[in-house]
Each structure stands twice: as structure tokens, then as C-alpha cells.
């Protein structure tokens, strides 16, 4: 059996023989159950999860098939971001001698129900999810065998009690905005992400916060929702520039959706910055190289990767530490961005109603 003969000792918490007898069943099926063993019916897993999280069981040793691996969980991988964030927990992993596992699982609120089964039988050190939230049940098995969690989360707000570790994004819709404004511009068009993210929203709400404080109105008809990527970029900033008077400045969500953005530009014979001004979000390696190099918000990839590594070994020593922590933002000019032109350029090109998309 791979619990520690001390689990039974522990005073003022529940022992293994006391949940074994509140669920009505065997000392070793509550075994398996913390063991992630799939030869127990799931009401009976679930009763003794519901049990040992409600007298907050947790093991004092670690059992010796613990592997020395943080598993990091993306809903995608083809981001480019990720590989930021990649980075940044193989460089915290590599202090801590322990390697990195990859996994690719569910949507971009949640990881799928089967995952939990597999990380179970992984029993890594720690999880770190690049996920919106995750479901209670979830929450609750990984408790229940000790396994450390924290939520890398540029994508939303996750529950007060899940470690999170995310980026002021409201600040970022204010700086690039703002930037924009500072420049001369007065129509400044959006394409934000979904609209079912809370970051999308928050970097919405910062755009429209800079452009009250400048004392210019919102144009609703300058916004767009996007999903952060290439191609959405694309069809979005391509409905802005069909307008009868079209954005001199495009703030975009993301670099992606910024370099969609460039094209969308070129395909309606719009230089950037002369024409058109684009911002970007995020600060991949990308926007360094995209022609011209993207002005864009600095989002702290690898170092909230690096931060919740941190977390999760303070979370496995068992410190209390803040549940939520939130890095700055700041904005980087490149070349993407410059003053209006003089004549204004706001009237849409001639020829845009045809125009195919590129490739």
C-alpha cells in the first residue's frame, strides 16, 4: 500500500479508517481511490473524494511513486504563446530537478473530463492549467491526493479558491489606447477576442475607459470580437477598413491577430504605420519580425509561467500564499504605429468590396 503508516497518527484530522467507515467500505478501497486506481466504482470514488475533502484529508508523506514531474495543460498548442510559457516552467522546473510534461486537453475554459484520470495515474508533483477555470470535481480529486494546482490564466478569471497567476489586461487595453490617442488618432478600431473571455472584455473596457478619458465617444461600429488568431484578424480588420469611414488605427487583441491585421492592410493597399497604425498584444517573438516590427503590449508570458511554478512548490510545502497574482503589463513602440495622416485618410478604399484575402 503507498500511504504513509503516519496518515492514521494525524491529530484533529480524519484518518483512513474513519473515512473507510463513514463511506462503508474497505481501508484499501479508500487507498485506491487516493491512488487513482480505476478498479472502484465511480458513487463509490465519489463518495470518499466528498469525504476526504470535506475533513480536508491530506497526506503528510509522499508517496515514493510520486514522479518528479510538473505537467502543464493547454486546450491548444499551436499558440505561439505557449512556447512562452513553456519555457518559463522548464526554467523553474530545471531548479527544482524535476521535468516538464505536455499535455493537450478540453477547451479554453476547461480541461476534458478524461484528463483527470490520466493525471491520477501520472501523479506528477504539480499541474500548472493554461485554462479559464476548472471544474469542481476536479478541484476536488486533485485535493484529495495532494497534487498542487495553479491556473496560468490570460484568458479569464478564474474562482477565488484556485491558485491563479494572470496579467492586467485592462491596464494593457488602456496603454495601447491611449498610445494611439497620444499620436493623433480620434478613429481607433478594436478587434478584441471572443466574447465570451474575460480578458477580451477587460482589454475592451480598457480600450474604451482611454478613449472616455480623451473625451472622444467609442464608435460601437469600430469594434469587433476576434479569436485571436491570423485569420480572424484578418476578417475583422478587413470589415473596418470596408467602413464608409474606416479606422486610421487598429488596436488588436493580440499579435496574431495583429499581424491579420498587416495583411488585411496590404490586401487594401494601406502602408503601415503611413495609412494605418496597428497595435498588437502579447509581445511574442513574432511581432519583433512581422514587417514592420509590431508596437504591441508587453504581456509577461514566461514570467507568469516562472510564477506558477513558484506557486505550486510553495503550494506543495504547504505555505499559504495569495490565491490570485497579477503581473504588469507595459506597452513596446516599434515601428507599427505613427501620427495620422494629415488629409485624415478615414474614406475606405475604392476597390475593397471585391478584395479576396491573400494566399
Keep these: 500500500m503507498l500511504l504513509a503508516m503516519g496518515d492514521d497518527q494525524e491529530l484533529g484530522r480524519i484518518t483512513l479508517a474513519q473515512v473507510a467507515q463513514k463511506a462503508g467500505v474497505s481501508i484499501s478501497t479508500v487507498s485506491k481511490v487516493l491512488n487513482g486506481r480505476q478498479d472502484v466504482s465511480p458513487p463509490t470514488r465519489i463518495k470518499v473524494e466528498r469525504l476526504l475533502e470535506a475533513h480536508a484529508y491530506r497526506r503528510t508523506t509522499r508517496s515514493g511513486r510520486e514522479a518528479p514531474l510538473i505537467e502543464i495543460v493547454f486546450h491548444e498548442l499551436e499558440s505561439v504563446w505557449a512556447m512562452e510559457l513553456i519555457r518559463g516552467v522548464e526554467n523553474l522546473a530545471k531548479a527544482h530537478q524535476a521535468s516538464v510534461v505536455l499535455t493537450e486537453s478540453g477547451t479554453r475554459h476547461s480541461p476534458s473530463p478524461e484528463w483527470i484520470e490520466g493525471v491520477l ?18 478541484k476536488q480529486r486533485l485535493r484529495a491526493r495532494s497534487i498542487p494546482f495553479v491556473i496560468i490564466d490570460p484568458a479569464g478569471d478564474p474562482d477565488p479558491d484556485v491558485p491563479s497567476v494572470g496579467s492586467a489586461n485592462w491596464n494593457g487595453g488602456v496603454a495601447a489606447t491611449r498610445h494611439l490617442v497620444e499620436l493623433g488618432h480620434r478613429r481607433i478600431g478594436i478587434i478584441t477576442g471572443p466574447e465570451d473571455m474575460l480578458c477580451s472584455l477587460a482589454r475592451l473596457d480598457g480600450y474604451r475607459s482611454a478613449m472616455s478619458m480623451a473625451g472622444l465617444g467609442a464608435d460601437p461600429a469600430l469594434v469587433r470580437f476576434g479569436d485571436f488568431h491570423v485569420d480572424g484578424g484578418f476578417e475583422q480588420a478587413m470589415e473596418l477598413l470596408r467602413l464608409p469611414e474606416r479606422p486610421t488605427a487598429i488596436f488588436a487583441g493580440s499579435d496574431l491577430q495583429a499581424l491579420g491585421v498587416l495583411e488585411a492592410a496590404r490586401v487594401c493597399g494601406l502602408r ?88
Excluded at 506528477?124 to 470535481?137: E, K, M, Q, T
Excluded at 507568469?304 to 506543495?316: C, D, G, H, N, T
Design 121 to 138: 495515474q501520472r501523479r506528477p508533483i504539480g499541474v500548472v492549467l493554461v485554462f479559464s477555470a476548472l471544474p469542481d470535481g476536479v
Design 272 to 359: 503601415v504605420p503611413h495609412d494605418l497604425s496597428v497595435v498588437g498584444y502579447d509581445d511574442v517573438m513574432v511581432a519583433r519580425w512581422s514587417s514592420p516590427a509590431l508596437t504591441t503590449v508587453h504581456q509577461p508570458l514566461r514570467q507568469m509561467a516562472e510564477e506558477a511554478v513558484q506557486l505550486l512548490f510553495r503550494l506543495r510545502a504547504g505555505e499559504s500564499t495569495a490565491t490570485r497574482m497579477e503581473l504588469a503589463t507595459s506597452l513596446v513602440v516599434r515601428k507599427s504605429t505613427a501620427p495620422p495622416p494629415a488629409d485624415g485618410g478615414v474614406a475606405a478604399p475604392e476597390d475593397l468590396a471585391e478584395s479576396p484575402p491573400a494566399g
